[in-house]
């Protein structure tokens, strides 16, 4: 019998559609002792500025101290002209020091801004099904 795509990947972080001018948002933390990887995805609208966007991690859930950036695991910045793009960045647990990861997106001041949104899913989850992770901001699951 085959599973279901919401028993083998989780909605663990997000970025809630906004515009976004002069700031920094970032993703829930994903538990990584819970997933074998992860998927973070970041879709960018109208912009009239640049967006920079990186995979953090921390042993701590709140991200409070410990912070440090994930090697490699960053987008090439996002230029005033990259309208209506989306970007991919892949984590397996095994690249973590920490057990925590997040994706942290800063914009820069423009004129507007950038509209951006993002969503991060765990992948390969160690206990099934990962949509038992899924973010309260689930509503429904079809299958």
């Known amino acids: 019998m085959q599973s279901q795509p919401s028993e083998r990947a989780a909605v663990v972080g997000k970025i809630d559609p906004q515009l976004v001018d002069n700031a920094t948002k970032t993703t829930e933390a994903v538990d990584m002792a819970k997933f074998g990887s992860a998927l973070f995805i970041l879709l960018v609208g109208a912009t009239d500025i640049t967006v920079d966007a990186k995979l953090e991690e921390s042993n701590a859930f709140d991200f409070g101290s410990g912070v440090s950036d994930i090697s490699g695991k960053a987008i090439g910045q996002a230029a005033a002209t990259d309208d209506n793009k989306v970007w991919i960045i892949n984590l397996k647990a095994e690249e973590c020091s920490k057990r925590y990861v997040r994706l942290k997106v800063t914009t820069g001041d423009g004129a507007s801004g950038a509209y ?18 899924d973010l309260t901001a689930v509503d429904e699951i079809v299958t």
């Open 116 to 133: 951006q949104a993002a969503v991060a899913l765990g992948l390969d989850p160690r206990f099934g099904p990962a949509s038992d992770d």
